[in-house]
């Protein structure tokens, strides 16, 4: 018979592997995230809630144009160096600037950050490859000839 104990530990080691295993959301899904936290609200909402943006435009209706990206750079210090990244722009009407409309494109993990939240630039470092350990007993196999 298993103990409470016991049960919780399977549980959330089951949970974890549900997560591990959880598919990335599409760029579309992050968006309709967003348009369910922000549509129709005030523009002054969003600055709230996300910060600075990017970058900020004036149509000449008067409407307004708020752009927020998240990028991201990989391999960071090494050949192998790429970035990739999402951006996201919101138009509010004149004269109410509330939120109308909502463009998302990039790459589906950034969008995910970008959608919970997460704004600005994000480096993840080179990690070298371990070297192989050469003090073994055993003698590398280049020495056998293979």
């Known amino acids: 018979m298993l103990g409470i104990r016991t ?3 399977s549980v959330w080691c ?21 348009w369910e936290r922000y549509a129709h ?15 900020e435009s004036h149509l000449s209706d008067g409407s307004r144009l708020v752009t927020y990206q998240f ?3 990989y391999e960071s210090g090494s050949p192998y160096e790429r970035s990739t990244g999402c951006e996201a722009t919101f138009m509010a009407k004149a004269p109410r600037f509330t939120l109308e409309d909502i463009a998302m494109q990039g ?6 950050m970008l ?3 997460h704004t600005g630039f994000a480096r993840h470092p080179y990690m070298p490859p371990p070297t192989p350990y ?3 007993r055993i003698p590398p196999l280049y020495r056998y000839g293979f």
């Not at 990335?24 to 995230?33: L, W």
């Not at 790459?107 to 995910?112: G, L, V």
Request: hydrophobic share 45%.
């Open 71 to 73: 990028n991201s750079v």
């Open 134 to 136: 050469m003090g073994s």
């Open 41 to 55: 609200q005030p523009v002054d909402a969003l600055l709230m809630a996300l910060g600075t943006p990017a970058r």
């Open 107 to 112: 790459d589906a993990y950034e969008c995910n």
């Open 14 to 34: 089951m949970a974890m592997v549900l997560v591990a295993c959880a598919p990335q959301p599409t760029v579309n899904q992050s968006r309709d995230v967003l």
């Open 7 to 9: 049960l919780k530990k």
């Open 115 to 117: 959608a919970q939240g």
